[in-house]
Structure formats: C-alpha cells, structure tokens
Nanobody, 115 residues
Framework: QVQLVESGGGLVQAGGSLRLSCVVSGRSLRFFRTGWFRQAPGKEREFVAAIVWTGDSTYADSVKGRFTISRDNAKNMVYLQMNSLKPEDTAVYYC?????????WGQGTQVTVSS
C-alpha cells in the first residue's frame, strides 16, 4: 500500500520561509513523477511544482524563483523549499506521485502566511 505523509507546514509571516517534506512508503520513487499541489479555501486545487526522475523540474509561474522542489530517491522523500512567502501562498499543500499522472496523494499540510 502506497502512503504519502507531508510535514513542515505552519504559520509564518510574509517574507519568511518553510520547507515541506513528503515521505513515501510502499513504492520506490525512483522512476516516478513527483509533485506538489495546493488548495486555498474556496479555490480549486492547483499545481505548484513537479520533478521527474531525471531531475528536471517545472513550476507554476506564481512560485517560480521563490520555491524549489527536490527529491531524495534513496530516502524516498520529496521536498518543497518555500522562500519569500506571500499571504496568497496560504493553502493546504499536497504531495503527489505517479508513473505519468498523479496516482497517489498525501493528506496535506496547512501553510498559513500572515501579512
């Protein structure tokens, strides 16, 4: 059974930083696409960042230059370093993995950025 557990969320002031972590069990990350998504209250879930097994990464325009996604295949971990946080980054952040589309999802971790 594949499980994803996110951690690292919390309350931070605008301009601050947080590092989210996602530990994956039940399946090796090695050849999987891994991504972070977020959902703010009253809004649709949206893509934040993704990284594939080659190390190539993509970002939503809204976070480009501020967020960095990374992964450690040996530890089966995915990370999201978030810098220069803005109030509009407030959301529940989800980790997801899959061979092509995102098949497996975590429960999410809350990030709240105060102004």
């Amino acid at each position: 059974q594949v499980q994803l557990v996110e951690s690292g969320g919390g309350l931070v002031q605008a301009g601050g930083s947080l590092r989210l972590s996602c530990v994956v069990s039940g399946r090796s990350l090695r050849f999987f696409r891994t991504g972070w998504f977020r959902q703010a209250p009253g809004k649709e879930r949206e893509f934040v960042a993704a990284i594939v097994w080659t190390g190539d990464s993509t970002y939503a325009d809204s976070v480009k230059g501020r967020f960095t996604i990374s992964r450690d295949n040996a530890k089966n971990m995915v990370y999201l370093q978030m810098n220069s946080l803005k109030p509009e980054d407030t959301a529940v952040y989800y980790c997801a993995i899959g061979p092509d589309s995102y098949t497996y999802w975590g429960q999410g971790t809350q990030v709240t950025v105060s102004s």
